[in-house]
């Protein structure tokens, strides 16, 4: 594929406007608190947050990781749409009670809410402690999958001219940059232009793979000829573990916690009520979407390898350059999409990374400047531990989601739960979260990704709900100082 | 109203999945697709408007005026 000096320029230009954005938002600052950097003093209206939460959800895992994994495992992966809708769903438990704590009590980061609702047990300093680690793990993981996503799209872009481990560095740099300079106010609105680039360069990507390919009917049946288990009804394995990628997809996503504080970052309960609505379609334009782009790519590259197939998003776009000229430009501007969305979900999780090592596990305290550039040190510690693993990447894109759901999803209890059922005490919430990590770990460890079709990390959940619930019946807390409406 | 369209996301989850279908068979087109994906894309689309209904519909208590 020959993209050369055109490729180079559009990434040019791109990262220019990166750059000019932060130093708006930089600009549009009220104070230096972090609830002006991580949160943008919450004054994220409907469009914004839509379009933010959108291009946080949908990352470089959507964009090279499903079209791989649509192109290992067949139709079965029309799962994925499912599943990233589940997580809108999942948020009917968590948003109505959440959001109004949050708002009047100031939260900052997840660990505020687990300092509210267990203040005053003696466990809550570790439960807040152990939780914020999981979440900082995963996190650095999610971080990880970004890096190595952006380093396969910048060498494609510029066909070689920057290599894998140069677009890893490079672009990690330009992220921390306009995010340290920025904070929220500048990942929002790049987010914002970045979900527009991506939904365009999705359609027209599908569009042209549909024309060329004859339509749909004619593209199923070229794939059931070569490769007749990627269409034939999927095996009672298969089928469990769509229902267990839903559960552990839609459960640990909302925890997010990016995405938490996007919830905290809303400017009204109805801009965020409106955004949620809208996000329901998201995976119908987007997952489905790329589901269909990596099937298409069957015909086209016969036995690509497991790691391999995760390049099947930048071989597509390669193929449409070689159309001529117009559809060089299209290409590109698809790539620059994917690069958009894959850096838009770093830097969202590099912001809470910062926010959460700081707040949550150093106990800064969050009304405080000082926190805010503590935070953004820590966080440009860990992206640069991240970018270093990301330059021999070797687990998939899709393997590596799995390992951060399964580590995010035993924090379910302590928001889920919590939110819900009075008697949870820290305590039990404590255990519960240590055994169904042990167990999550354990299987990761051993190399037993699945039981049966069901993810260990779900098997771990359920034996963390068992541990939390049955300790608090055993041992109730004891409530000092916490606020009963929240209980 | 807004718990039973969440009943209805989901049972259409459940149904988006192909338990009704002998594992290993070979689907027929369905809209160019095998009929089993075209079943779940169709769950899913129903599930979305639901879904989008029932947030439309969420009382977030406490709710500061815009």
Redesign the interface.
Known sequence: MTFGALGLVALGIYLGFLVVVSEVARRARLDQTPADHFLAARHLGTFVLLLTLYATAYSGNSLLGYPGEAYRRGFSWIMATGFMMSIVVVFHALVPRLRPIAIRERFVTPGDWIRHRFGGEAAEGMLRKVIGALMVLALANFLLAQLVAMGHVAREVTSGAIPFAAGVVGLAAVILFYETRGGMRAVAWTDAAQGILMLVGLAVLLGWLLADGGGFAATTLRIAEMRPDAVAVPDTVERTNWASTIVLLGLASVLYPQAIQRVFAARSAGSLRRALALMSFMPLTTTLVVTLIGLAAIPRFEALGVVEADTVMPRLLGALAEEGPGARAMAIAVFIGALAAIMSTADSVLLSLGSLIAVDLFDRPSGDPATTRFGKRAAAFVMAGAAVLALAPRLTLWRLIELKMELLIQCVPAFLLALHWRRLGAAGCLAGAVVGTAIAAAGTLFGMKRLGGVHVGVIGLAANLAVAVLWSWWRPPVQAGADASAR | MRRLL?IG?AVL?VL????Y???????E?W????D??TV??A???G???L??????L?????????
Request: with cysteine.
């Open positions: 969440l996301v989850y988006s999945i192909p338990w279908r002998t594992g290993g068979a070979e689907p087109l809209l160019g697709l095998p089993w994906v779940a894309i769950c899913y689309v599930a979305a408007v879904n989008a209904a029932a947030w439309l969420t009382d977030i208590p406490g709710e500061d005026p815009e």
